[in-house]
Nanobody
Framework: QVQLVESGGGLVQAGGSLRLSCAAS????????MGWFRQAPGKEREFVAYISWSGGVTSLTHSVKGRFTISRDNAKNTVYLQMNSLKPEDTAVYYC???????????????WGQGTQVTVSS
């Protein structure tokens, strides 16, 4: 079992930055790939980024490349999503997830956090 708790969301103006954190507990964090997903009102949950268990492989969805960075600190059992140059269309609830391998498919992940709201004003 893995428990995930996201933090770092909030309200920011367009062009601003936020860093989301996802703290894991309960099992061997370093054995899991980690993903970030987001869900805007009335829309399906969409993939944002994933990182392999070692941190050696990352992937980001096209719309955030060059603006977002995913990283992890296995010593702190935490994965991060650094979000720069935020746009109003980035507004959503952001979720972290843990699974056996990195994937853009939500069904590939076994554990999910409760989400943190990110709101970008224009």
């Amino acid at each position: 079992q893995v428990q995930l708790v996201e933090s770092g969301g909030g309200l920011v103006q367009a062009g601003g930055s936020l860093r989301l954190s996802c703290a894991a507990s309960g099992s061997t964090f370093s054995s899991y790939a980690m993903g970030w997903f987001r869900q805007a009102p009335g829309k399906e949950r969409e993939f944002v980024a994933y990182i392999s268990w070692s941190g050696g492989v990352t992937s980001l969805t096209h719309s955030v490349k060059g603006r977002f960075t995913i990283s992890r600190d296995n010593a702190k059992n935490t994965v991060y999503l650094q979000m720069n140059s935020l746009k109003p269309e980035d507004t959503a609830v952001y979720y972290c997830a843990a699974g056996p391998r990195g994937s853009s498919w939500p069904s590939s992940y076994d554990y999910w956090g409760q989400g943190t709201q990110v709101t970008v004003s224009s």
